[in-house]
């Protein structure tokens, strides 16, 4: 086949079929762009809500560009910005009320690279006093310069490289790398060049150079390594400019980044070592598509695109220099690598430039070699066993429908966070807040509004609900109108929630009605249980579930999902008593031992949904005398916990599980499920409390 007159075009088709069957093609690519977008605003939504003005996030990197497969175990790029600050290139910039930072760059500073000088809050001046922290210093001239080594961000578990904080994923999750940054006001003077810049290709077009021009730019920190002050530096970050760059390449110029992305893991940096960076990759296919024709850019020119991007590497390498693509007076390759790394490097591009697309066969990663062998037919089909295109297809849909989930059920715990101390009123706002994105013009707001909207409509509804409750227990007109309007933020949740409210004041018939009809709805679809609250491994997923996340709509899966049902402590009376001990689990020594940010949970009442659903019935069929189905809800209960390894509050289970054996006058078993529900969680654990309340009981009875 390498011998054919045309077998560079032929080969191109093969690698662009390849690389469509392991999920480097415009459906999918879309798709995780869409997903991570869809996170991104979110939590900005969230944020909104809550009033919380302190912090703003961005997605960046290869996840979030969709220039990224499954073999390739890409981060998530989670770039940080506090909005309690200013970085000024002049003092007409400066913003009263803020920590303003005037940005200096001199012949001192390395190209690409500033100096932060402290100016005042209250008037355009430079602060003279040192602030008293390790985080200042004062130079030569008098001014106060913030250190790089300075982050407002701190994560447990975290690992700090430059101006990132490294956070492994574990098992189930993606790695995630967070940078803390400053924002500035206005586009750096050093890129103001690239705006006027064009190139062979007339790329990018004067639209995305005006629409980058309006962005805002970041600074970060890190220092050059070629500095003489390294710890003072900060580097100028155009992250939001080059996303719309990388937004706007075609599929073939996606699959010519992946595939230099395969190659430097693969052959390059096989070790781990970030020596050459996909950063680097990312700038020479920049250049390489500003530099050439639009036309060249196609799926049977692929490996020429390719070949022509490691020569441009090659090059950079040994003139050790690849200009920033924006800010082209930095120096990405500035005292990167020695002389024996330039050497090897150059050696294995100028090997893999020469083997004429030999090297591809070599690539392991998502089974590119193989998959390629199989397609130019150098083996037989059948000869290597791996996926399927549709196996695939399958999984990056499933996976980006469950991160949108799970995202949906972080922001809502995070806005019940903001609404657990607060009062009614506090929750309207909120509530109020979160309508001004129902009518957005923006489509990803609408979208993230009708997501995150129906369980805050729920949240005030039970709120709204319980004061009723406590005042005469019925439930007002207005309360369940809210609670209306949240029925469908996800299979069950909100459901549970209503039926819940009506136990609580007495009426068995409507919650035993809502009870049946929820339990109907998980036996006629796929359902998968969704929960943030702790971390777990992405839960066990059946075929039929990934054939919905193929069929349906990203909305549509809020119909075969289950959220985990929360009740803050405003909606206690609308709680069934057993339940509410779940609020008080934590005692003083137990609080030394949680997350400040991620266990907030601890102090409501969270239970997963089906085995709330069994309890309530077991409740309500009690009331209602049927004793027969009372033992099959029981049953059921029993077996759900027993069997399904998806539960995120399995102690909560037990915990209910325990109350409804006491009820059943059988002690021994309470006990047991009190103990297994301890060994999910030591601490933090309504159980403990069970366990003391029912020996005392025992004692009594002896």
Excluded at 122 to 133: A, I, K, L, R, V
Excluded at 493 to 522: N, P
Excluded at 645 to 665: F, R, S, V, Y
Aim: glycine share 6%.
């Amino acid at each position: 086949m390498f011998q054919e007159p045309d077998y560079r075009e032929n080969l191109s088709l093969k690698l662009s079929e390849v690389l469509d069957d392991i999920g480097v093609n415009e459906r999918m690519v879309m798709r995780r762009r869409r997903t991570y977008m869809l996170q991104e605003t979110m939590n900005y939504i969230t944020q909104k809500s809550t009033g919380k003005k302190s912090l703003k996030y961005l997605i960046f990197g290869s996840q979030s560009e969709g220039t990224t497969t499954r073999g390739l175990k890409s981060d998530i790029d989670f770039l940080h910005f506090a909005l309690c600050t200013n970085v000024m290139q002049d003092l007409s910039e400066w913003e009263h009320g803020k920590l303003n930072y005037l940005m200096i760059q001199d012949e001192n500073t390395t190209p690409g690279y500033c100096f932060l000088q402290l100016f005042r809050p209250d008037e355009p001046s430079p602060f003279t006093d040192y602030p008293g922290n390790d985080h200042y210093i004062t130079d030569r001239s008098g001014r106060i310069l913030c250190k790089n080594t300075f982050s407002f961000l701190a994560r447990p578990g975290g690992v700090r490289h430059g101006p990132s904080q490294a956070l492994l994923g574990g098992p189930g999750f993606i790695d995630r790398d967070i940078v803390a940054a400053l924002k500035c006001k206005s586009w750096p003077q050093s890129a103001i060049g690239w705006l006027d810049r064009q190139g062979i290709g007339r790329w990018p077009t004067q639209d995305m150079k005006r629409y980058a021009a309006s962005t805002r730019c970041f600074v970060v920190g890190t220092g050059s390594k070629v500095s003489v002050y390294p710890e003072l530096e900060w580097r100028i970050s155009t992250s939001l400019a080059e996303r719309c760059l990388m937004l706007n390449l075609n599929i073939t110029q996606i699959r010519c980044y992946v595939l230099l992305k395969m190659i430097l893991k693969s052959y390059l940096n096989p070790q781990g070592t970030i020596n050459i960076s996909s950063f680097m990759c990312k700038t020479v296919l920049l250049y390489c598509i500003e530099n050439t024709e639009q036309s060249i850019w196609r799926e049977n020119n692929l490996f020429i695109c390719l070949t022509y991007c490691l020569l441009e590497l090659h090059s950079c390498l040994l003139n050790d220099s690849c200009s920033h693509f924006i800010i082209q007076e930095n120096n990405l390759m500035a005292g990167q690598f020695t002389a024996e790394n330039k050497h090897e490097f150059s050696k294995v591009i100028t090997e893999f430039i020469q083997n004429d697309g030999h090297g591809l066969l070599g690539i392991n990663i998502d089974d590119l070699g193989q998959r390629l062998q199989v397609k130019l037919n150098m083996v037989p089909h059948g000869a290597y066993k791996f996926q399927s295109s549709v196996q695939i297809n399958e999984y990056q849909m499933t996976s980006a429908y469950i991160r949108i989930a799970s995202n949906t059920s972080s922001c809502h715990m995070l806005i019940l966070k903001h609404l657990h101390n607060e009062n009614i009123t506090t929750m309207k706002q909120s509530v109020i807040k979160l309508m001004t994105f129902r009518g957005d013009g923006h489509r990803l707001q609408h979208a993230a509004f009708k997501f995150l909207a129906p369980f805050l409509f729920t949240t005030y509804g039970s709120g709204l609900a319980s004061s009723s409750i406590g005042q005469n227990n019925q439930v007002s007109y207005e309360a369940l109108i809210w609670l209306s309007a949240g029925l469908n933020s996800d299979i069950s949740s909100s459901r549970l929630k209503l039926a819940s409210v009506f136990y609580s004041t007495g009426d068995m018939e409507k919650a035993e009605l809502i009870l049946r009809h929820t339990e109907q709805q998980y036996y006629s679809y796929p359902v998968l249980h969704i929960c943030a609250c702790w971390r777990k491994p992405i839960p066990i997923v059946t075929r039929e579930f990934e054939r919905v996340c193929v069929e349906q709509s990203e909305e549509c899966i809020k119909h075969f999902t289950a959220f985990c049902v929360r009740f803050i402590q405003k909606e206690i009376n609308c709680v069934p008593c057993e339940l509410q001990y779940e609020m008080f689990r934590s005692t003083q020594d137990d609080r030394i031992h949680r997350y400040r940010y991620r266990d907030c949970w601890m102090d409501w009442a969270v239970v997963d949904s089906l085995p709330f659903l069994y309890f309530l019935q077991y409740k309500i069929y009690s009331h209602l005398q049927r004793h027969q189905d009372q033992q099959q809800a029981l049953c059921k209960l029993t077996r759900i916990i027993t069997i399904d390894e998806n539960l995120k509050h399995k102690e909560t289970a037990l915990n209910i599980l325990g109350q409804c054996m006491e009820q059943e006058d059988k002690p021994q078993q309470a006990l047991k499920c009190y103990l297994l529900s301890l060994q999910q969680r030591a601490r933090n654990n309504a159980a403990n409390y069970h366990i003391s309340k029912l020996l005392s009981r025992i004692l009594a009875g002896q």
